[in-house]
């Protein structure tokens, strides 16, 4: 929070009360010989709860993949068969998939230039599941 500028203050209070909660635990685990930055890995996962308890029509997301394309990314989204059942195609939710990554041709067609993936996102239009305008 303290290298961006949030647009409204209540941004600035959700963020800083999961961050207020992360920062009681450990920096950081080892877990099979790999450090895992703990206090991330909470943050970004209260985010996630409460996303998917609102059926991802949250105006936070943690964690979203983007697929660096031009002239605008892509969040990858969720490709599970029950996802593509449960919610519209043109409003799927982002992938939680860590790994995500888009299909070959469809990136080479686009310019595909390698992924991101944004600590936290504030969301423009709540309706949209994956984040994206």
Same mark, same amino acid.
């Given at each position: *929070?303290?290298? +961006?500028?949030?647009?409204? $203050? =209540?941004?600035?209070?959700?963020?800083?009360?999961?961050?207020?909660?992360? !920062?009681?635990? /450990? =920096?950081?685990?080892? +877990?099979?010989? &790999?450090?895992? #930055?703990?206090?991330?890995?909470? %943050?970004?996962?209260?985010?996630?709860?409460?996303? #998917?308890?609102?059926? #991802?029509?949250?105006?936070?997301?943690?964690?979203?993949?983007?697929? %660096?394309? #031009?002239? &605008?990314?892509?969040? !990858?989204?969720? &490709?599970?068969?029950?996802?593509?059942?449960?919610?519209?195609?043109? @409003? $799927? /939710?982002?992938?939680?998939?860590?790994?995500? %990554?888009?299909?070959?041709?469809?990136? %080479? *067609?686009?310019?595909?230039?390698?992924?991101?993936?944004?600590?936290?996102?504030? +969301?423009? @239009?709540?309706?949209?599941?994956?984040?994206?305008?």
């Amino acid at each position: *929070m303290e290298r +961006v500028e949030l647009p409204d $203050l =209540k941004d600035q209070w959700y963020l800083a009360e999961k961050a207020e909660f992360a !920062m009681r635990l /450990p =920096k950081e685990i080892i +877990v099979k010989r &790999t450090a895992r #930055y703990l206090k991330q890995i909470v %943050m970004s996962g209260l985010i996630r709860i409460e996303e #998917y308890n609102q059926d #991802y029509l949250w105006p936070y997301k943690a964690e979203v993949i983007f697929s %660096m394309v #031009y002239p &605008t990314p892509i969040p !990858m989204l969720a &490709t599970s068969e029950a996802s593509w059942k449960k919610y519209p195609k043109n @409003n $799927l /939710p982002h992938s939680s998939n860590p790994f995500a %990554m888009p299909a070959l041709e469809k990136a %080479m *067609m686009r310019g595909f230039r390698g992924i991101r993936r944004p600590d936290i996102i504030l +969301v423009k @239009n709540e309706s949209l599941r994956s984040g994206g305008d």
